[in-house]
């Protein structure tokens, strides 16, 4: 297994700890006037989603995560859990339901995310960052709130429901932010 000398940290490095994987979110390097130097790190661990602050002195090594990051595409669901289809080999992999978190409300069929696994175990599966929904149901506006700043709740066709300006109908089709769950803009009606 491969490890990382601390001359090797920076952020972004995914590296193996009590055999769990880790992500390194921020990385300082201290230079005291006496002693060695040291590597304040804060670590996020891929699985429970907790962080870690550890201090590693100049030398010390970290073993690096069997972690892969993939292109993968929706097929459909299947109780509680999502199958997902690797773009390249056709492996299927089925993701739990918490592992999935949220995503239900952006997936549609054929929809290519990146999906993250370690020791050929998903452990995180992301959506693109935008993508376009049709909305199916929603209020509609009400006359003379096209000047303000009117929000309002519509369902999408994945069954989610995002807040939306006042002018939005059924049938447009809106873009989606899926790092915040907001909406973006309309893009057709």
């Given at each position: 297994m491969a490890t990382y000398n601390t001359s090797d940290f920076r952020k972004g490095l995914k590296v193996q700890i009590d055999g769990e994987p880790y992500l390194m979110t921020d990385m300082q390097f201290v230079k005291p006037g006496k002693g060695n130097a040291l590597y304040k790190c804060k670590l996020k661990n891929l699985i429970r989603g907790t962080t870690l602050d550890r201090t590693y002195k100049g030398g010390d090594s970290l073993e690096a995560a069997d972690v892969q990051t993939t292109d993968v595409s929706f097929l459909y669901r299947q109780g509680e859990d999502y199958v997902f289809m690797h773009q390249e080999t056709f492996e299927q992999y089925e993701v739990p339901d918490k592992v999935a978190g949220d995503i239900w409300k952006y997936l549609k069929d054929g929809m290519v995310c990146t999906m993250t696994t370690y020791n050929s175990n998903p452990i995180i599966v992301e959506p693109p960052t935008m993508v376009e929904l049709e909305?199916?149901?929603?209020?509609?506006?009400?006359?003379?709130?096209?000047?303000?700043?009117?929000?309002?709740?519509?369902?999408?066709?994945?069954?989610?429901?995002?807040?939306?300006?006042?002018?939005?109908?059924?049938?447009?089709?809106?873009k989606v932010d899926t790092r915040t769950g907001e909406y973006s803009e309309r893009v057709s009606n």
């Open positions: 909305v199916t149901d929603c209020a509609p506006g009400a006359k003379g709130d096209t000047a303000t700043n009117v929000t309002k709740p519509a369902t999408v066709e994945t069954g989610a429901e995002f807040i939306v300006p006042g002018f939005i109908k059924t049938g447009n089709v809106i």
